[in-house]
């Protein structure tokens, strides 16, 4: 029975196609739009991400997130430093700035300025330099893409190449010098991100020297870091987050943005397309079937065999629409890799399409089973 | 050949409807139907005979009466039981045929064995042994929307015929095909009776087909008219 199904189910090439691609496109829209929005909200997190050594975040208690923050006094460093069960603390500040290069373009970049010393908060991945020659006068290391795109250099002939150790910038009206190009999670903003030591970052930034963004802390071993953490905040008034609570404000942060809300209805617009076209077609299909459903109650067949044929064309229907979906999704994601488009698809993603495509399907072959299962051998008798 | 009682109905009685509105479909009816015997039913439209041959062929309930078929009650028998019964024991061709055209003409001949739980190999095997018979082999693969009328009734001839059935119910199986295709039908169906013992009952309102009747049935009105019954 089960291939005389899958016979008639194909048999209605148009209507199987159709509801084949309604799947489909529910499954993309859902899949894609909430791995989009996945990657930006993992974006928001990068301040955090890129800078692992830290194990709790000190700012101040309005700070929200690297785009929502007032600086700090930078005498609160003094005081991290002598609470119990800190191993070190480092300043980390950060700005947005105008960025200038020599052929005239302009761009607001953030700007990054790390403890001179120990260079904690510089990049982790470098393509090229070393974080070391932060420390020369005006230096700066630029992330790849901003490199490649927005800071790319200009020849006087007007050929265009990556910006390259030795080229020069100017920030908020003084010289910086590149010393280096670095790879680091894209922002949520499409800005230049620059790295320099504090020292040059308050001279890039006057009304910052007196002041951090973040105080970056490294508990000890064995240290509590709750505790760690109230303690400076009862010392200090600041607010310390460990890693997980400071990814989270962001996160909170970020969702006050409506993001939700935009990403949710499109999710939502798939399922209902999901419903509308895959449901509806896969309804009218069954119609045109119901003589022959008929047909094999009279001829011996039983209710549950009528059910199980339509469960199985609504499964196969489903299965067929969901992988071409959840590929398409796939071969976006690689392909938009190593650009600045953000997407994150992980394995969740997978279940929960899976779980919503589940749920059309099941809704789809009630619409028919609700009507078939009555299909009475009657209805066959003098027509 | 000796023949035996295929079908025994006592008393049936049908309505739809209730109050004043009921329609008496069939009014209390006593008819046998004979094994190696192709009877007709008979009569103008409203008058009975697809109430009657649908409680015959289990599809529909009667108020009252007891229905026997082959020596079996259907008074008690559940919807699966009837469904069971019918799969093993009575063939049907719908006046519209009901060919399903995504299947292949082998495959809406095969059919009944494969509700019944048959291999679909091996369903297929009986099905092309039996198109071979019927003459139509070559149009196995083909969709049935491919076939001539004549071809189709055949092909649900055929489907009715797999199962091996005792009793073959036939709605109007010449209303919609020529004079010389409704005679070949006819001719198929009454060697068909003679041949293989089955009781074959067909529902007709067309004259041309009497002459091959071993047994007439005329209804009117809800009921078999004793004119009908006189043309045994």
Redesign the interface.
């Known amino acids: 029975?089960i291939?005389?199904a899958f016979?008639?189910l194909?048999?209605?090439k148009a209507s199987c196609i159709g509801v084949i691609f309604g799947i489909f496109l529910a499954t993309l829209l859902i899949a894609q739009q909430s791995a989009i929005f996945l990657g930006l909200v993992d974006r928001s997190n990068r301040i955090v991400t890129d800078i692992s050594d830290p194990t709790i975040w000190v700012m101040d208690p309005v700070t929200e997130s690297e785009d929502k923050l007032r600086a700090i006094p930078i005498r609160y460093l003094d005081l991290v430093r002598g609470v119990p069960g800190v191993e070190w603390a480092v300043p980390l500040s950060l700005t947005l700035i105008p960025v200038v290069t020599p052929a005239g373009k302009f761009d607001v970049s953030q700007l990054y300025g790390v403890d001179d010393a120990t260079l904690i908060g510089a990049p982790v991945q470098m393509v090229e330099g070393s974080i070391r020659d932060l420390r020369r006068e005006g230096g700066i290391i630029v992330d790849s893409y901003s490199a490649n795109g927005s800071l790319a250099h200009v020849d006087p002939n007007g050929t265009t190449r990556p910006l390259q150790i030795g080229d020069e910038l100017e920030i908020n009206g003084r010289r910086a010098l590149v010393v280096g190009i670095c790879k680091v999670t894209q922002g949520f903003y499409p800005q230049p991100i620059i790295f320099t030591s504090l020292r040059q970052f308050n001279k890039f930034s006057p009304g910052m020297s007196e002041k951090v963004s973040f105080i970056l802390v490294k508990t000890k071993v064995n240290a509590d870091i709750p505790h760690v953490a109230k303690l400076i905040n009862n010392y200090s008034e600041l607010r310390a987050l460990n890693r997980q609570e400071f990814k989270d404000q962001i996160r909170n942060f970020f969702l006050k943005t409506g993001i939700l809300i935009n990403f949710g209805l499109s999710v939502l617009l798939g399922i209902i397309i999901g419903f509308s076209i895959a449901g509806q077609i896969f309804y009218i299909m069954t119609l045109e079937n119901t003589?022959?459903y008929a047909?094999?109650?009279?001829?011996?067949?039983?209710r549950k065999?009528i059910l199980q044929m339509i469960v199985f064309q609504a499964a196969i229907v489903g299965i067929i629409g969901y992988t071409l979906g959840i590929g398409v999704t796939v071969l976006w994601g690689l392909a938009i890799q190593g650009t600045t488009l953000a997407f994150l698809f992980p394995w969740q993603l997978l279940l929960f399409t899976g779980a919503i495509v589940f749920v059309i399907c099941i809704f789809t072959a009630l619409l028919s089973i609700q009507k078939v299962y009555h299909a009475?051998?009657?209805m066959?008798?003098?027509? | 050949m000796t023949k035996s009682i295929a079908v025994a109905c006592k008393n049936i009685k049908k309505s739809y409807g209730s109050d004043e509105n009921r329609v008496d479909a069939l009014k209390p009816t006593d008819l046998e139907i004979h094994t190696g015997e192709l009877t007709l039913l008979v009569g103008p439209s409203g008058s009975g005979k697809t109430t009657l041959v649908s409680i015959i062929a289990t599809i529909l309930t009667p108020d009252e009466g007891d229905l026997t078929l082959l020596g079996h009650s259907m008074n008690n028998l559940t919807e699966v039981e009837k469904a069971k019964f019918r799969s093993q024991n009575i063939g049907i061709v719908f006046q519209s045929l009901f060919l399903i055209p995504s299947l292949t003409v082998a495959e809406n001949v095969a059919l009944p064995l494969i509700i019944e739980g048959m291999k679909e190999n091996e369903a297929l095997q009986k099905a092309h042994h039996l198109l071979d018979k019927i003459h139509l082999l070559h149009k196995a693969k083909f969709s049935p929307t491919n076939l001539s009328k004549g071809q189709q009734q055949r092909v649900a001839i055929a489907r009715a015929m797999i199962n091996e059935s005792s009793i073959m119910i036939c709605d109007e199986p010449t209303s919609s095909l020529d004079h010389v295709s409704g005679f070949e039908i006819m001719k198929f169906l009454q060697e068909l009776a003679k041949n293989t013992t089955k009781a074959v009952l067909v529902v007709t309102h067309d004259p041309r087909i009497f002459s091959y009747a071993d047994r007439i049935i005329a209804m009117s009105d809800g009921e078999i008219t004793p004119e009908g019954l006189k043309n045994e």
Not at chain 1, 295 to 302: C, H, K, N, P, Y
């Open positions: 029975m291939s005389l016979k008639m194909i048999g209605n003589v022959y047909l094999i109650r009279a001829i011996g067949g039983t065999m009475d051998p009657k066959l008798m003098g027509t």
